[in-house]
C-alpha cells in the first residue's frame, strides 16, 4: 500500500469538537465548584497529536458562532491544527461531556450534552471534499455517522468522492447510546468498501458482529469480508493490540503507566499508529508507536497527549524505556 507524495497535508479529518468540563483533583461534581473546561473530540483527539508530532493536519467542523466556538477554535490552533474549514455557524449550540475522574479503577463517569449540536446540522459542500482530497490521509471514526442522518450522509461523501491515491483510515469506536448494532453494520457495509486501515475494539467487534473469538480468527473473518488489501488493527486496551496486512499478522504488547486520565488513550494509539505509517515506518513499529502514546497519554489530564515534541519523540524512538514497559 503506498502514500502518494507531493501532497501539502499529511492528515485531514472531519468530526464534532465538544468541550470537555471535569471537577478539579479528582473530586466530584456534587463536591466541587470549580470545574476545568477543556477541548476534546476522537477526531479532533488524533489531529492534536499528528500535529504535536509535526504533521501537517486539517480540521473540518461546524461550530456555534459564539464565544464557545471561538474557544474550541483557539485551542485547536493552539496544538497546530489547522481550521481553514472549520465554520461558525448560528444555528445550533456547542456540545459538551462532563467527565468524573474519581473512580479510576473501575472506570470514569461520562455524561454527554451534545443533542442539536451545530456539528451535528452542518452540510458538507463540494469545496469542502475538495479541500479534503488534499490529504495524504483522511481519517474518519464511527462516532460522526451516529450523530444525525447529516453526518452519515457527510462521511459518506467523503468516503466516495476520495481519490484512489488517498489513504482512508476509519476508527469504528462504536457507541451504543448513539446508534443499535444493525444500524452501524448497515453503514459498515456502505464504507468500508472504500476504507484503507481499520480500527476496531474487540469488544466492539463482539457486539457488532455477534460473536466472540480469539484474535487472529477476529481479524482473519473480517479480512474474508472486506478484503485483504486492507489493514485490519484490532485492540484490546491493556491486553494490547493484533495486525493483519495480507499474510502478516502479530501482536503487539501494551505498555504500562500511572493512570491519570484514560479518556482519549484509543485516540492516541491511532494517532501513533498513523504517525508510524504516514512516516514508512513497518507495520509492527507503527503498533508499538500507538501503544506507546496511548501509554504516554494515559499519564496526562486531559484528551491530548500534550507534550511538546521532542519530548514525544523522544518517548516514541526509547527501545528501551523501562519507565513504560510492562
Same mark, same amino acid.
Given at each position: 500500500?503506498?502514500?502518494?507524495?507531493?501532497?501539502?497535508?499529511?492528515?485531514?479529518?472531519?468530526?464534532?469538537?465538544?468541550?470537555?468540563?471535569?471537577?478539579?483533583?479528582?473530586?466530584?461534581?456534587?463536591? %466541587?465548584?470549580?470545574?476545568?473546561?477543556?477541548?476534546?473530540?476522537?477526531?479532533?483527539?488524533?489531529?492534536?497529536?499528528?500535529?504535536?508530532?509535526?504533521?501537517?493536519?486539517?480540521?473540518?467542523?461546524?461550530?456555534?458562532?459564539?464565544?464557545?466556538?471561538?474557544?474550541?477554535?483557539?485551542? *485547536?490552533?493552539?496544538?497546530?491544527?489547522?481550521?481553514?474549514?472549520?465554520?461558525?455557524?448560528?444555528?445550533?449550540?456547542?456540545?459538551?461531556?462532563?467527565?468524573?475522574?474519581?473512580?479510576?479503577?473501575?472506570?470514569?463517569?461520562?455524561?454527554?450534552?451534545?443533542?442539536?449540536?451545530?456539528?451535528?446540522?452542518?452540510?458538507? %459542500?463540494?469545496?469542502? *471534499?475538495?479541500?479534503?482530497?488534499?490529504?495524504?490521509?483522511?481519517?474518519?471514526?464511527?462516532?460522526?455517522?451516529?450523530?444525525?442522518?447529516?453526518?452519515?450522509?457527510?462521511?459518506?461523501?467523503?468516503?466516495?468522492?476520495?481519490?484512489? %491515491?488517498?489513504?482512508?483510515?476509519?476508527?469504528?469506536?462504536?457507541?451504543?447510546?448513539?446508534?443499535?448494532?444493525?444500524?452501524?453494520?448497515?453503514?459498515?457495509?456502505?464504507?468500508?468498501?472504500?476504507?484503507?486501515?481499520?480500527?476496531?475494539?474487540?469488544?466492539?467487534?463482539?457486539?457488532?458482529?455477534?460473536?466472540?473469538?480469539?484474535?487472529?480468527?477476529? *481479524?482473519?473473518?473480517?479480512?474474508?469480508?472486506?478484503?485483504?488489501?486492507?489493514?485490519?488493527?484490532?485492540?484490546?486496551?491493556?491486553?494490547?493490540?493484533?495486525?493483519?496486512?495480507?499474510?502478516?499478522?502479530?501482536?503487539?504488547?501494551?505498555?504500562?503507566?500511572?493512570?491519570?486520565?484514560?479518556?482519549?488513550?484509543?485516540?492516541?494509539?491511532?494517532?501513533?499508529?498513523?504517525?508510524?505509517?504516514?512516516?514508512?515506518?513497518?507495520?509492527?513499529?507503527?503498533?508499538?508507536?500507538?501503544? *506507546?502514546?496511548?501509554?504516554?497519554?494515559? %499519564?496526562?489530564?486531559?484528551?491530548?497527549?500534550?507534550?511538546?515534541?521532542?519530548?514525544?519523540?523522544?518517548?516514541?524512538?526509547?527501545?528501551?524505556?523501562?519507565?513504560?514497559?510492562?
Amino acid at each position: 500500500m503506498m502514500i502518494e507524495g507531493g501532497n501539502m497535508i499529511d492528515v485531514i479529518s472531519y468530526g464534532e469538537v465538544m468541550l470537555r468540563f471535569t471537577p478539579e483533583r479528582y473530586r466530584t461534581f456534587l463536591s %466541587s465548584n470549580t470545574w476545568n473546561v477543556e477541548v476534546g473530540g476522537t477526531e479532533a483527539n488524533v489531529l492534536v497529536a499528528l500535529s504535536l508530532l509535526g504533521l501537517k493536519t486539517e480540521f473540518i467542523s461546524f461550530f456555534p458562532d459564539n464565544f464557545l466556538g471561538f474557544k474550541a477554535i483557539s485551542e *485547536l490552533k493552539k496544538y497546530g491544527v489547522g481550521v481553514e474549514k472549520v465554520r461558525l455557524i448560528p444555528e445550533g449550540r456547542m456540545g459538551l461531556y462532563f467527565v468524573e475522574l474519581h473512580h479510576r479503577s473501575k472506570g470514569i463517569r461520562v455524561l454527554y450534552d451534545r443533542r442539536d449540536s451545530s456539528f451535528s446540522i452542518g452540510v458538507l %459542500s463540494d469545496t469542502d *471534499l475538495e479541500f479534503i482530497r488534499k490529504a495524504k490521509l483522511i481519517h474518519l471514526t464511527g462516532v460522526t455517522p451516529s450523530l444525525s442522518e447529516v453526518c452519515k450522509s457527510n462521511v459518506i461523501k467523503i468516503c466516495t468522492s476520495k481519490k484512489d %491515491s488517498q489513504i482512508l483510515s476509519f476508527d469504528i469506536n462504536y457507541r451504543k447510546k448513539l446508534w443499535g448494532e444493525k444500524e452501524c453494520r448497515r453503514f459498515l457495509d456502505i464504507i468500508l468498501p472504500f476504507v484503507d486501515i481499520l480500527f476496531v475494539k474487540k469488544e466492539d467487534y463482539n457486539l457488532l458482529f455477534e460473536e466472540e473469538n480469539n484474535e487472529e480468527k477476529i *481479524l482473519y473473518k473480517l479480512q474474508k469480508t472486506y478484503g485483504k488489501d486492507k489493514i485490519y488493527v484490532l485492540t484490546q486496551g491493556e491486553e494490547g493490540c493484533s495486525v493483519l496486512y495480507k499474510d502478516e499478522y502479530f501482536s503487539q504488547q501494551a505498555y504500562n503507566t500511572d493512570v491519570v486520565d484514560r479518556i482519549g488513550a484509543g485516540d492516541a494509539f491511532v494517532a501513533g499508529f498513523l504517525y508510524g505509517y504516514l512516516k514508512g515506518k513497518d507495520l509492527k513499529n507503527s503498533a508499538k508507536y500507538g501503544s *506507546l502514546l496511548a501509554s504516554i497519554k494515559m %499519564s496526562i489530564f486531559g484528551d491530548f497527549p500534550a507534550l511538546d515534541r521532542k519530548t514525544l519523540l523522544d518517548l516514541l524512538e526509547s527501545e528501551n524505556n523501562r519507565s513504560v514497559e510492562r
